[in-house]
């Protein structure tokens, strides 16, 4: 997919900017109805493979009801690697040079800061589907070696969406509504918040924009990892091993 003007075009004018806790800000509207529609035709190209969608499979054999692909890195739990293993043993899709743009005026304009949007570098993001019956458990983003903000972009049906605390799974938690189009960013002190998808809302998204069905959540990261180089380490090729964070602990 290349870059369109509609994708990089201004946010919709006199957009909200709701911030959620420190560090942590919610954009309503900030997709444009183009914007959505040119990533959901990424999606679903992306949706496809080289790595395909899937329902994750987590460590002790249950199986998560969100479905996701990756981007850049493949994400499972609970570490990151080129390829695939758990899947098809195939390298992801490349992280396109288009989406990391979006990710840093995401940033600038949530902040409202660009000198912190041009210094934003991701080089991840996944791909997560929820039919009407899709949940995510409190969690934490914690798989990711660096602590840069993570950007989240709602489309299709509206979810309920529970931002917590950065010390336990339990309240205080604010919840709040992402319907098609929202930006979520959190970073700074939030960065670390659990957070969670407790219900989908079947048939508030419009299917002229986003899917036919369902929502899609597309997470922009920065691992603040690398690929190791054989030639010098003696390491195996890029992808043949898990790279974990130190302290690795996202769950669901």
């Keep these: ?19 959620i806790a420190p560090g942590a800000v919610h954009l309503p509207g900030w997709l444009t109805p183009d914007r959505q529609r040119d990533l959901v035709a990424a999606c679903r190209a992306w949706a496809t493979g080289p790595v395909p969608i899937r329902h994750t499979r987590l460590p002790r054999g249950g199986v998560m009801s969100v479905q996701t692909v990756c981007l850049g890195w493949h994400w499972q739990p609970y570490a990151y690697t ?5 899947v ?33 570098e991701p080089d991840a993001a996944l791909v997560n589907f929820y039919d009407a019956d899709a949940r995510l458990g409190m969690h934490q983003d914690k798989d990711e070696r660096s602590l840069a903000p993570v950007v989240s972009l709602s489309i299709g ?9 950065t010390r336990t799974r339990n309240r205080p ?20 918040a659990y957070h969670a998808v407790p219900k989908i809302l079947p048939g508030t998204g419009d299917p002229a924009v986003g899917p036919a069905r369902g929502r899609l959540n597309i997470t922009l990261r920065v691992t603040g990892l690398t ?3 054989p030639e010098a380490t003696g390491a195996a090729p890029a992808g043949a091993a898990p790279v974990a964070s130190p302290e690795s602990g996202t769950r669901y």
Excluded: H, I, K
């Design 157 to 165: 049906d509206t979810c309920l969406f529970r931002f917590g605390n």
């Design 1 to 19: 997919m290349t870059t369109t003007p509609a994708l990089f075009g201004p946010p919709p004018a006199g957009y909200e900017r709701r911030e």
């Design 82 to 86: 080129r390829t695939a293993d758990d």
């Design 227 to 229: 690929d190791p180089a």
């Design 88 to 120: 098809n043993g195939r390298r992801v899709a490349r992280f396109p040079d288009w989406l990391a743009d979006l990710g840093r005026r995401a940033v600038a304009d949530a902040y409202q800061d660009p000198g912190q949007g041009a210094g934003y």
């Design 173 to 192: 938690w604010t919840d709040l509504t992402l319907a098609s189009g929202d930006l979520l960013v959190f970073g700074g002190p939030s960065r670390l």
